[in-house]
């Protein structure tokens, strides 16, 4: 087969499409060095090695100009390559099982009109002898079982909408759920219970949501769309790049996500009662001093009540889910690589301090933020979590 010529897709299909891409954020995992668009090369760490994106623009060689919209539906949905190989979970087609014919057209249309870049990404790094595709159809065997997703008709439109996105191509589970040995979802009763990508702590987002603050429709609808929530805190890590695709997709799709995640955290405690945030200020300094004259001399300027960055709208840092989570690793991630504003340049921005603190100083920062405004367990071996979060970071 030959590429399609992009000109014979209806308009308003490729935009649709343009909409589902932004929605499911493909973009992120098939990236390439350069910042070329669906060109593939964007590496996706897991216990088993390192998967890289693949290159989905419609170059004939090295992307999928080639494939068919029968070849195209068969990865989405079984996860199989134009060749017959299977394809790693990394590429969630357990999710993308459930998505429409309709939408598929859409997703292809789209991906069929965008510039062919001609890369070869790397080549997947794999411990042994987990390279060896074939055993992935022994993993499929044992986890893969796609459901159809019916509407429930005691719940709005809105909300069924925003079942099918999470569910299916927004794949948000893929981040917000634990895993098993081989790296399978765990669904169920476990599902959105939390989860690790790169380095990152993917919070509950269910009944066991950390936030200290409810999670309502009109909360998540803004922090979707800007990337920031006056009410909890900025998008950091993975969840910077998902707010900016979502940033750009249909408000009301958007919407859709937002009524159907903040029913997910309907029954959390701060959905019910918003706890004072507590400020143990003076014992934290006595518990910690070195960690309070760190943070004085770096943090206090940005962080302190009354400082410009508060007065301006920005969440204050007792909000933040990350200090009430029972891991260090999101407040440890964000000294050690920063925040950017992941949806406007005029969003929340904030230096990184890997190169200016050393393990012990991250440690004793971390450690006396969390005993002035953590409401979670204690957390231990603060510094062992910084070397480990410092490597995976790299």
Known sequence: ??????????????ARGANLARLGNC????????????????????????VYGSNITPDPETGIGKWSPAAFNRAMREGVGRDGSHLYPAFPYTHYANVTDSDLGALYAFLMTRPAVRVVPPANTMIPPLGVR??????KLLFFRPQPIAADPRQSAAWNRGRYIGETLAHCTACHSPRGLLQQEKRGPEAYDGGWLGGWYAPPINARSPAVRGWTADRLDAYFRTGLSTAHAAAAGPMGPVTYNLARATPADVRALATYYAWQMRE???????????????????RHPIGARLYEGACAVCHEPGAAMTVAGRPVLPLGTPLHEDNPRDT??????????????????????????????????????????GTGPAWKDLEKDVAKAREEGK
């Open 1 to 14: 087969m030959t590429r399609p010529d992009p000109r014979l897709f209806d308009a308003a299909l490729v």
């Open 27 to 50: 973009v992120s995992c098939h990236q390439s060095a350069g910042e070329r668009p669906y060109a593939g090369g964007y590496p996706i760490k897991t216990p088993f090695g390192t």
């Open 134 to 139: 074939p055993l992935l159809a022994g993993w």
């Open 268 to 286: 959390a405690p701060a959905a019910r009662v918003e706890p004072p945030l507590p400020d143990r200020r003076a014992s934290a300094s006595q």
């Open 332 to 373: 440890i991630q964000i000294i050690l690589q920063g925040l950017h504003p992941p949806v406007s340049a005029r969003g929340p921005y904030m230096p990184a301090y890997a190169d200016a603190l050393d393990d012990r100083q991250v440690a004793e920062i971390v450690a006396y933020l969390q005993a002035r405004h």
